[in-house]
């Protein structure tokens, strides 16, 4: 469950659910103390979200259940550049800690193997899949793949 507080008065809950083709997100929109409108979002692949919860608050920050001021106020948060900026942030730091592989280890395949356990660690309960044949390739290429992978989490 996350709370994304969009000024004192309003406020959304997200959580995430296990479906049994997916899963889902529901957000509930609090106004003041009261529950005014829910949202929910099923996938049953992943999409891509700059942030989290980001498809079911763009959907609940249409609600007709919220004055218009309301309404462009939550919208405005949903949609903010710093909100995907915070978002980001446990991104690049992903990144960071991946990078020190070459700092920390001897030679190459040592410094893939870290690479790939901290890229694992961060990502993998959301969602990532590391290639099948991912043990069958030679380390240069294992090499190019994570350092591009450390370039877009940047």
Not at 56 to 75: E, F, G
Not at 110 to 121: G, V, Y
Request: some cysteine; aromatic content about 8%.
């Amino acid at each position: 469950m996350k709370i994304f507080r969009v000024n004192k008065d309003i406020e959304i809950v997200c959580r995430a659910e296990n479906t049994r083709t997916g899963f889902r997100h529901l957000a509930t929109l609090i106004i003041g103390d009261d529950e005014v409108d829910k949202a929910k979002c099923t996938y049953i692949n992943r999409t891509w979200e700059r942030y989290e919860f980001e498809s079911v608050m763009a959907k609940l920050a249409q609600s007709p259940a919220m004055t218009d001021w309301q309404r462009k106020r939550v919208q405005s948060y949903v949609h903010s550049k710093k909100r995907v900026e915070n978002s980001l942030k446990p991104l690049k730091t992903i990144a960071s800690v991946m990078a020190l592989g070459d700092v920390l280890t001897s030679n190459q395949k040592e410094s893939n193997d870290w690479k790939k356990r901290m890229l694992k660690a961060g990502l993998e309960s959301r969602g990532l899949i590391m290639p099948e044949d991912w043990d069958t390739l030679d380390e240069d290429t294992k090499t190019a793949r994570l350092n591009g992978a450390i370039k877009f989490l940047k």
